[in-house]
């Protein structure tokens, strides 16, 4: 991830709610802006499991948009 990524990860902008409904997770990240270091108390990262819903071309219908698969 480019550093553009800030140390928290998350922001909630000011609104404590947002907490209560968003998951935040990394599966394998590298670069400036993967550092766990100052992120949010509840970030993690996932197992290779529950990220693989995520990361499969399902997850975004990309069968449908990319054409190279």
Do not use: N
Not at 26 to 50: H, I, N
């Amino acid at each position: 991830m480019d550093k553009i990524i800030t140390p928290r990860g998350w922001y909630d902008w000011g609104d404590k709610q947002r907490q209560m409904t968003v998951f935040y997770g990394q599966f394998k990240c590298s670069g400036p802006g993967a550092d766990y270091g100052g992120r949010v108390s509840w970030a993690r990262e996932l197992t290779k499991q529950e990220a693989e819903p995520f990361i499969s071309l399902s997850f975004i219908d990309g069968h449908q948009w990319l054409t190279s698969f």
